[in-house]
């Protein structure tokens, strides 16, 4: 039974890895964009939110 435990663990937690990679890779290509837009306000907004999920 611990064995069980053990494996979805770790599927728990690749899974929660390979969200947290697709969020950050979201959230720099928007910033990406917001810079060749000169969007002072969008980029202002995706640091917060980058500070507020820690990925900078």
Do not use: T
């Not at 959230?27 to 837009?37: D, F």
Request: aromatic share 4%; proline share 0%; hydrophobic share 35%.
């Amino acid at each position: 039974m611990f064995r069980v435990n053990k494996n979805q663990n770790s599927k728990v937690q690749k899974a929660a890895s390979a969200h947290r990679d697709s969020l950050q890779k979201s959230l720099e290509h928007r910033l990406e964009v917001a810079r060749a837009n000169g969007d002072e306000d969008l980029i202002r907004q995706l640091e917060q939110e980058a500070s507020y999920l820690r990925l900078n």
